[in-house]
């Protein structure tokens, strides 16, 4: 599933605008994952580096926000929305109807790297609250049942 890691050198080039100082850290990070779609385990010591920093550093950034992946991104991505509205609107149900029948906790990818389940925060389409986003189109007003059929359509590749 997993494309091949970008090399040292094509990073290097690739963040070589950013300078040493704290502002460049998630420009840099956005920066990579724009490329790549993910960030690759192999720049957060490129990145490290260029910004004169530690490697700890940088992983605790990436890892801190929810926007940035550590995989390659799979092929259908589903985001679930944490913002209030959602949650008001039953959104904790609709998150675990989704990790059980997809078998994967938030933040997990299934084994054969078709789908992902992520953290989404709110984006401002609460009217459509409850809802997640499937590749990046809004699947709102969802009841249980709904994302329980979703998840399994995914789940069964249909
Ligand atoms: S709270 Fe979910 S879209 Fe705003």
């Known amino acids: 599933m997993a494309a091949a890691e970008p090399s040292l050198e094509e990073l290097r080039q690739l963040v070589s605008e950013f ?4 502002g460049h850290l ?3 990070l956005h920066k990579v994952q724009d490329t790549y779609g993910y960030i690759p385990r192999s720049a957060i010591e490129v990145i490290a580096r260029q910004l004169n920093t530690t490697p700890a550093l940088v992983y605790g950034a990436m ?3 929810a926007e940035f992946r550590t995989h390659p991104p799979a ?3 589903i985001a679930w929305c944490s913002g209030p509205t959602c949650r008001i609107l039953g959104g904790d149900r609709i998150r675990e109807a989704l990790e059980h029948t997809l078998g994967l906790p938030l933040g997990g990818y ?4 078709r789908y992902a ?3 989404g925060q ?3 389409t609460c009217s459509e609250a409850p809802q997640v986003w499937v590749n990046g189109r809004v699947v709102g007003r969802l009841t249980v049942a709904d994302a329980i059929r979703l998840a399994r359509r995914i789940r069964e590749g249909a």
């Not at 300078?19 to 704290?22: A, H, T, Y």
């Not at 299934?110 to 790297?113: A, H, K, L, M, N």
Request: aromatic share 8%; glycine share 8%; net charge negative.
């Open 117 to 119: 389940l992520h953290l």
């Open 26 to 28: 998630l420009p840099a």
């Open 75 to 77: 092929q259908t991505e």
């Open 19 to 22: 300078r040493p100082n704290r």
């Open 110 to 113: 299934s084994e054969d790297g």
């Open 63 to 65: 890892t801190f926000y």
């Open 122 to 124: 709110c984006n401002g």
